[in-house]
C-alpha cells in the first residue's frame, strides 16, 4: 500500500470533491482517498500490485480534473 | 498562469461565439432571414465550446453513478436544444462556464496566504557531502548532512550550526521579526532566512520532519478541517441534487412544460450554499497563518468566536517567563550559603525559577556541584548536601514535611510575595536556612490586551498558576484580571477548568503549551503561546500562536468572529437568492438563461465575500498594533 498526493487544477466547488472520491472508492485497488478543498491535492491510498499511479492519474484526468503533478 | 491557459482560451472562443450569436439572432428578429440559420449554428457552436468540459465531467461522473450539477446543466442543455430553444442552450452554458472560469479564479485569492508561506519552503539546499558542495532538493536531504547556508538565503533544514555565525531572521518559526544571533552549537530552522553571516549547519530533521513543514503541513489540514455549520450543509447537498432532479421531473409530469421543469433544475443547484463555508473558512484559517495565529481547523474558529472566558497560565504566558532573583535572605549563616545549596539542589532542573536560581549563582561566581535531586511537582527539590537533607520550594513543599516558619520569617516571606514575588525558600538538616526571592515581570503589552479582550466581550478572565496567592494577586492586579486560582498543580488547573467552564460555558486557556498540556487539552480550547518550535504544544493545542506576542490573542478572536460573521452572511445570501430564484421560476418570472446568470453570480459574490476576510487585520483595523511578518521570499542579503 502507498499514499500519493496529486496536485488537482484548482477544485471550485466542494461537491466535485465528492465525484472525485466517489470515483475512487469504486476503483479497485484503491484503498482510500482523501480531496482537499483548501490546497485542491487528492491523496490516494492504493495497492500498487492492484493499480498504477498512472492509471489513478488518467481516471482523474478522465473524469474532467488535470492533473497538474505528483508530490 | 499556473492553471487554465486551455480554460483561458475556450472562454475567449465561447466569448467570441457567444457574441456572434447574439448579434445574428437580434438581426434574424430584425427581418434579415439569412441571420436565422447561421444564428443556430453560431448558437450550437457555443453550447459546443462552452460545453464541451461540462458534458465531459458529467459523463465521467455519470460512469461512476455521481449526480453532480454538471449533469444537471447537462440534461438541462441536451432539453432546451430538443425543444429548439438553442439560444437558450448557447447562453446557459455560456454563464456556466464563464462562471466556473471566475470563480475558480477568485477561489485561488482565498487561498493566497497559505500559497504565501508555501512560496517560503526552502526549494535547494547546499550540502557538502566529500568535500564537495552540492545543490540538492530539500527531500534528498539526510539526517547528519552538513548544510552550507549563505548569506541571504533559506536554510534548509532544522539543525545544530558546526562551523561560523551570523544573524537569523526567524520570523516564519518564532514570529520574531528581529533577527536572531546564531553561532556554533547554535539551533537553527529551515524556512528561517540567513540575514548575514556564513554558517555549516549539522542537519538534524530534514523534509517533512522540519519544524516548518509540520507548520505548512498543520494549516493544510486545519482548511479542509470541517466547520459544524459546513458539515451540516455537505450533507443537505447530498439529498438536495437527486430531490431537485425527482422534482423537476414531477413538475415536468404534471405541467407538461419542459421549459419551466428543465428551468428549476437549473437554478435549484446549490452551489453557492455549498461553497458558503468553505470559502471563508480557507480564507480566515489563511489569513490567520499569515500573521502568525495557526487555527486548527474550521470547527475551531467557529468555537473561537463563541469563548466566554479565558484562563491565562502565568509564568511565560502573562509573563515573560524569564524570572529574575532579587534578593537572597538570609536567616542563619552567610548570604550565600542558601544560593549556593538552592543551585546545587535545582543543578538539573528545567523549571524557569531553577534557572533564575542557577544564573544568580553563576552570576556571584559560585560553581555549585549538581546534587542528585528527588523532584517533588509543583513543589520543589528535595536532596542531600553536605551531609545534611536539603529541601528547596515553595512554603507547600516545607508545609508537607513538617517545617513551620518562624512568625518573623512568615512576616518577611509574605512581604516579598505581595510585592509580586515568588518565594524560594532553602532548608538545610530541618532548618530554615534563608530564601531567594525572584521576580517575573508581566509582558509589557498583557495589561492592554487583557482589556481588549473585555472589549471583544470576553466575561471572564482568569490566571491559573502553580505559583503562590500573593504573588500571583500581585501581578493579577497589574493586569486588571478578574479572579486569581494559585498554588495549583497541573491536576488542579484540570479541575478549575472544568469549575470554569461549568460557570461560564466555552472557556479558552492560554499557555505556554509546554507545561501546561493537561489543562490546554481539558479546556474547550487551548491556546499554545510561542509555541510553533514544540511538538508537544502543536499536538495538543487547537490554536496555536506563533510568536510569544499576547496582542495575537484579540486579533485571533476578532478574525473568528468576522470569519463566523461571513459564513453565516454567506449562508443567508445562499439560501435568500435560492428561494427568490424557486419563486421567480414558479411564476414564469425568471427563464433558463436568466435563472442560469443570477446562480453564477450569487457564487461569485459568496466568493468575494470570503476575499474580504484576507484584508481582516491589516494596519487600518487594528490601530498600529505590532504585526508578525513573514520574511518575503526574496529577502535581499545585508
Request: glycine share 10%; hydrophobic share 50%.
Amino acid at each position: 500500500m502507498t499514499t500519493k498526493p496529486y496536485q488537482l487544477e484548482t477544485v471550485s466547488c466542494p461537491s466535485c470533491i465528492a465525484k472525485i472520491e466517489g470515483m475512487l472508492k469504486r476503483t479497485e485497488g484503491v484503498a482510500g482517498s482523501q480531496v482537499s478543498f483548501a490546497t485542491s491535492k487528492v491523496k490516494v491510498n492504493f495497492d500498487e500490485a492492484k493499480i498504477g499511479s498512472d492509471q489513478i492519474r488518467e481516471r482523474i484526468v478522465r473524469l474532467g480534473y488535470a492533473v497538474l503533478g505528483e508530490k | 498562469m499556473r492553471f487554465g491557459s486551455k480554460k483561458a482560451k475556450s472562454m475567449v472562443l465561447s466569448t467570441a461565439l457567444v457574441v456572434v450569436s447574439f448579434i445574428l439572432k437580434e438581426a434574424a428578429a430584425a427581418g434579415h432571414a439569412a441571420a436565422g440559420p447561421a444564428a443556430t449554428l453560431a448558437m450550437l457552436a457555443t453550447a459546443a465550446v462552452a460545453g464541451f468540459p461540462i458534458f465531459k465531467k458529467a459523463f465521467g461522473a455519470l460512469r461512476y453513478k455521481v449526480v453532480g450539477i454538471d449533469a444537471l446543466v447537462t440534461i438541462a442543455v441536451i432539453g432546451a436544444i430538443a425543444i429548439g430553444e438553442f439560444w437558450e442552450a448557447a447562453a446557459v452554458t455560456y454563464l456556466f462556464s464563464l462562471g466556473d472560469y471566475l470563480e475558480s479564479r477568485t477561489i485561488e485569492k482565498t487561498r493566497s496566504s497559505i500559497k504565501a508561506l508555501l512560496d517560503l519552503a526552502p526549494d535547494k539546499v547546499r550540502v557538502r557531502r566529500g568535500g564537495q558542495d552540492l545543490e540538492i532538493g530539500p527531500e534528498a536531504v539526510l539526517v547528519g548532512d552538513v548544510v552550507v547556508v549563505k548569506p541571504g538565503e533559506k536554510i534548509g533544514v532544522d539543525g545544530i550550526v558546526l562551523e561560523g555565525s551570523g544573524y537569523v531572521n526567524q520570523a516564519t518559526i518564532s514570529g520574531e521579526s528581529l533577527p536572531v544571533h546564531r553561532a556554533e552549537g547554535g539551533e537553527v530552522f529551515s524556512g528561517t532566512i540567513l540575514e548575514s553571516g556564513y554558517l555549516l549547519v549539522e542537519a538534524k530533521r530534514v523534509g517533512e520532519d522540519t519544524t516548518f513543514a509540520r507548520i505548512l503541513h498543520m494549516v493544510e489540514e486545519a482548511q479542509d478541517r470541517k466547520a459544524k455549520t459546513q458539515k451540516f450543509l455537505e450533507s443537505f447537498s447530498r439529498w438536495y441534487t437527486p430531490a431537485i432532479v425527482a422534482a423537476s421531473a414531477l413538475l415536468f409530469a404534471f405541467s407538461r412544460d419542459i421549459e419551466l421543469a428543465l428551468t428549476l433544475l437549473v437554478i435549484a443547484c446549490p452551489g453557492a450554499l455549498v461553497i458558503s463555508a468553505p470559502v471563508a473558512i480557507v480564507a480566515g484559517i489563511g489569513n490567520g497563518a499569515k500573521r502568525g495565529f495557526l487555527v486548527k481547523g474550521g470547527d475551531i474558529m467557529e468555537k473561537l468566536g463563541s469563548i466566554k472566558a479565558i484562563a491565562f497560565d502565568k509564568t511565560g504566558t502573562l509573563t515573560a517567563g524569564a524570572p529574575e532573583v532579587r534578593q537572597v535572605r538570609s536567616f542563619a549563616g552567610a548570604e550565600d550559603e542558601a544560593l549556593k545549596i538552592a543551585a546545587a539542589g535545582e543543578g538539573y532542573s528545567e523549571h524557569p525559577l531553577a534557572k533564575a536560581i542557577l544564573a544568580e549563582a553563576a552570576s556571584r561566581g559560585m560553581a555549585a556541584e549538581p546534587a542528585a535531586a528527588e523532584i517533588i511537582p509543583g513543589r520543589g527539590v528535595a536532596f542531600a548536601y553536605g551531609g545534611k537533607d536539603c529541601l528547596v520550594g515553595s512554603r507547600s513543599l516545607l508545609a508537607d514535611k513538617g517545617i513551620a516558619l518562624s512568625a518573623d520569617q512568615e512576616s518577611e516571606v509574605a512581604r516579598e510575595e505581595s510585592r509580586g514575588r515568588t518565594v524560594v525558600l532553602v532548608v538545610a538538616g530541618g532548618a530554615v536556612l534563608g530564601f531567594i526571592a525572584i521576580a517575573d515581570a508581566a509582558r509589557p503589552e498583557a495589561a492592554a490586551e487583557i482589556l481588549a479582550l473585555r472589549k471583544l466581550g470576553i466575561r471572564r478572565i482568569v490566571m491559573l498558576t502553580g505559583d503562590n496567592p500573593r504573588a500571583a494577586q500581585a501581578v493579577a492586579q497589574e493586569l486588571g484580571i478578574d479572579e486569581v486560582r494559585a498554588g495549583l498543580l497541573p491536576q488542579g488547573k484540570v479541575e478549575a477548568l472544568e469549575s470554569l467552564k461549568a460557570a461560564y460555558g466555552r472557556v479558552a486557556m492560554v499557555g505556554d503549551g509546554v507545561n501546561d498540556a493537561p489543562a490546554l487539552a481539558a479546556a474547550d480550547l487551548g491556546i499554545a503561546m510561542g509555541g510553533a518550535g514544540s511538538d508537544v504544544a502543536m499536538e495538543t493545542a487547537d490554536v496555536v500562536l506563533v510568536s510569544a506576542d499576547l496582542s495575537r490573542l484579540s486579533y485571533g478572536l476578532g478574525l473568528s468572529r468576522a470569519t463566523v460573521r461571513v459564513m453565516k452572511q454567506n449562508i443567508y445570501f445562499a439560501l435568500g437568492v435560492a428561494g427568490l430564484l424557486l419563486a421567480g421560476v414558479l411564476v414564469k418570472a425568471v427563464n433558463l438563461s436568466f435563472g442560469m446568470l443570477v446562480h453564477e453570480a450569487s457564487v461569485l459574490l459568496v466568493i468575494l465575500n470570503a476575499v474580504r476576510l484576507l484584508k481582516y487585520g491589516h494596519k487600518s483595523t487594528l490601530q498600529g498594533r505590532r504585526q508578525v511578518q513573514w520574511p518575503t521570499a526574496a529577502q535581499p542579503a545585508p
